[in-house]
């Protein structure tokens, strides 16, 4: 007896064979497909929670924010009119001087409760050149008082422009998650001292965000 299948058994092997393959075949596809949409769903998921907290995160740290953002504002005021007015002109001097009182009340005391490292660095530049330029304005010989002026003017100028530079990064950064960023960690102390030669010294408490 030959073992070799003929055409008609292999053929009948086949139509037995045929749906269950095809039965197996329909299983394995809906295995698939479940797992494909549960790991969608999945994703899905993560993405809202992510979402949620962000927006229970950003609601928490609200009336931080809206104080930073107030007090920044006022800061770039305060600059602004520093390098815009002239306390060389009667009509301008009170108000110049008014800006520069404040000034220092921003950034001895107020501005350390909401800026970040960025706006520290920027700020003690400014109180730097600020300071040099009040030291122009104290020189004696009219000309030299003349000359020590527009150089510490036209030095004041970059220095205000980097702190508002400054402030807007903050802005973006305070408002940007995830919270692991430098700018979002719980505020530490450190002391800031920085002594102008032969001017005032700068000493106060800052908060890095």
């Known amino acids: 007896m030959s073992n070799s299948l003929t055409h008609s058994e292999v053929l009948g092997f086949v139509q037995v064979l045929l749906p269950v393959m095809t039965t197996i075949a329909g299983v394995l596809w809906a295995v698939f497909a479940f797992l494909r949409n549960q790991q969608a769903a999945q994703k899905a998921e993560e993405i809202q929670q992510q979402r949620d907290n962000t927006t229970r995160l950003l609601e928490a740290r609200k009336p931080f924010l809206s104080l930073q953002l107030e007090r920044y504002c006022e800061t770039a005021k305060v600059i602004g009119q520093i ?16 800006a520069e009182k ?20 920027a700020m003690e530049k400014f109180g730097y050149g600020l300071d040099q330029y009040n030291r122009a304005r104290r020189i004696i010989d009219p ?11 036209k030095e004041l100028a970059p220095l205000s422009y980097g702190v508002a530079t400054a402030l807007k990064t903050s802005i973006t950064n305070s408002w940007s998650l995830p919270p692991s960023d430098e700018s979002q960690q719980p505020p530490t102390e450190e002391t800031r001292v920085l002594i102008a030669p032969g001017g005032r010294p700068w000493i106060r408490a800052a908060s890095s965000l």
């Not at 404040?102 to 660095?121: A, G, H, M, N």
């Not at 000309?143 to 003017?153: L, P, Y």
């Open 83 to 98: 390098v815009t007015l002239t306390p060389e002109l009667d009509s301008e001097r009170d108000n110049w001087l008014q």
């Open 102 to 121: 404040r000034f220092w009340q921003l950034f001895y005391t107020e501005l350390s409760l909401v800026e970040d490292k960025t706006v520290k660095k």
């Open 143 to 153: 000309e030299e008082r003349t000359s020590a002026i527009k150089k510490t003017e």
